[in-house]
């Protein structure tokens, strides 16, 4: 018998419903910490959350369970808004941005 293990950087887990429920929380308190302002909104902040999610995405696959449903899309959301508030720009779009605007001028 075959048993599947389930790990997120050097923790194991006994069930997806533990890490499920262990990541999530990680990447809600990172959230909120940065939403206090406890810690900054940059990418290296953001990107503790995004792990985790991207984490748990390649364990459920195609179908998210019902159970977490809402508060993964939730949190991939809070992390959207993130990103959106802080002024990163991905360096291809950043360099196209500035291209468009010296055409303009």
Do not use: C
């Amino acid at each position: 018998m075959i048993t599947k293990k389930f790990s997120f950087e050097s923790r194991e887990f006994s069930s997806l419903e533990e890490m499920t429920d262990t990541l999530l929380h990680e990447a809600n308190e990172q959230i909120i910490r940065i939403d206090m302002g406890n810690v900054n909104n940059v990418n290296e902040n953001r990107n503790y959350v995004k792990w985790r999610l991207l984490h748990l995405q390649y364990y459920f696959g195609d179908i998210t369970p019902v159970q977490v449903k809402s508060t993964y899309n939730s949190l991939w959301s809070q992390l959207y808004r993130l990103e959106h508030q802080d002024e990163y720009r991905h360096p291809y779009l950043k360099s196209l941005l500035e291209k468009v605007k010296n055409a303009n001028v």
